[in-house]
């Protein structure tokens, strides 16, 4: 790891020393905590600029200035993204502040995790209209400036693989809204591509506020779900997951679209 002369470590600019995303812009929702956290900071030592949007400003606030911190430069953008006027107030934010978009993550989303008998309509809905439909409102409301971009756009929707297991009890309506988001996807990839725009999904696992939550009110489910995974932990989102968005953004990868990619330790190689 190397500091970024400011007195902050920097875990992972040797990777990106070569800074693939430079005069790029990226748009994280969720990038308050957690994954979307991980994600955006990653971008940024790739050498995106970032705009770090999520429901509790302060969060977002918090993580742009650790971006600057570490020389690069992002800003924060207050959105609900159940609000279709927010997402589309966020998307022009972006634009207005950097000229351009290239770059759109789909992460924030409520989880209306449990039995399919005690999740009630409203728990149901607003996960509905966190997920799905809000993605579908960032794609849409980004499509005409990702089309734009003279690098080509990139859009990564956040699955999850509880959509993709056999057994997705306890979190069928989770999975099953994650799973319209990549079905979402692969639609927009294919109709997207003459447009320059690549689409993909991510099925991240890793160690966010809401699995040590998880760890503490049900250590025994979270010890069998630390069990199914081969590699015996779960990833970091900065230097496990974020990686993999970077690489999937850059020309690298210009010829893959459409795909899903599972970043969880092998666990989906074992069902």
């Not at 996807?185 to 294919?190: F, P, V, Y």
């Not at 699995?211 to 081969?230: H, M």
Request: hydrophobic share 45%; with cysteine.
């Amino acid at each position: 790891m190397t500091s970024d002369g400011n007195g902050t470590v920097s875990p992972t600019r040797e990777v990106f020393a070569s800074r693939p995303l430079a005069g790029r812009t990226a748009l994280v929702t969720g990038a308050g905590q957690g994954v979307g956290r991980g994600i955006a900071l990653a971008l940024a030592d790739a050498g995106a600029r970032v705009v770090c949007a999520g429901r509790t400003v302060a969060k977002c606030e918090t993580v742009a200035a650790e971006i600057g911190r570490r020389g690069g430069e992002a800003i924060a953008v207050g959105c609900d993204v159940k609000d279709a006027g927010q997402v589309t107030a966020t998307v022009e934010a972006a634009v207005a502040r950097f000229g351009g978009l290239d770059i759109v993550v789909n992460n924030a989303q409520e989880v209306p995790r449990g039995p399919i008998l005690e999740v009630d309509d409203d728990a149901y809905r607003a996960g509905w209209e966190s997920g799905p439909l809000a993605t579908v409102r960032f794609m849409r409301a980004a499509h005409p400036h990702l089309a734009a971009s003279p690098h080509g756009g990139v859009v990564i929707n956040l699955a999850s693989h509880a959509g993709v297991k056999p057994d997705p009890s306890r979190a069928g309506l989770y999975a099953g809204l994650k799973e319209e988001i990549r079905t979402i996807g692969r639609a927009a990839a294919i109709e997207w591509a003459p447009d320059g725009i690549r689409v993909f999904s991510i099925l991240p696992l890793a160690r966010t506020p809401a699995l040590d939550a998880f760890e503490q009110a049900d250590p025994e489910r979270y010890a069998e779900v630390l069990a199914e995974i081969p590699q015996r932990r779960f990833g970091d989102p900065e230097t496990d997951i974020g990686p993999v968005v970077v690489f999937l953004c850059t020309s690298a990868a210009r010829y893959l679209t459409g795909i899903s990619v599972p970043i969880d330790g092998g666990t989906a190689h074992i069902g």
